[in-house]
C-alpha cells in the first residue's frame, strides 16, 4: 500500500510517496482503487497538484490494482450492517477500502483510527517505519 516519509500524512501537499522495504506487510505490489482514489483526491486538493499526481501514479505504476467484485461487495455489506449496529459508521469510501482490503487479506496502512471498528482488519501505522 502506501508508505509517506515520516511525518507526512499520504493527502498533504509535502506527501511524499516511497516503496516499503522487503518483508513488511505492505510490500505486495497491490493497491487498493479505493485508496487510490483518496491519495488521487489529496493529490488534487494539494498545493502541488501537478507534482502530488505525479507521485501518485508512480506509486500505482507496475502494482496491481485491487478493485470491488462480488466478493468485495459481499464484505461491504456485512461491515457496513455491523458498523451500523454498533453506531460506529465509517465514511462510504472507507468502508470499501475496508471491505477490499479484508477480502484480499491485505494489510491497510492508515493513520486512521476508525478503521480500529472493523473487526478482523489487518492495519498498519503509516507513520512508522519498516
Known sequence: MVR???GEHPASGSARLRRSGRGHPEAHGRALAGALGELFFGAAK???PTENTAKVERFA?????VSCDLDVAREYGLLKQRLR????PLP??????????KRHGMV??????HFREVEDLR????????
Open 92 to 101: 462510504e469510501n472507507d468502508l470499501w477500502i475496508s471491505a477490499a482490503a
Open 123 to 130: 492495519t498498519a501505522d503509516w507513520a512508522v517505519q519498516p
Open 61 to 65: 505504476a507496475g502494482r496491481a490494482i
Open 85 to 88: 449496529e454498533k453506531g460506529r
Open 108 to 113: 491497510l496502512v492508515t493513520r486512521d483510527r
Open 4 to 6: 509517506p516519509a515520516r
Open 46 to 48: 494539494s498545493g502541488c
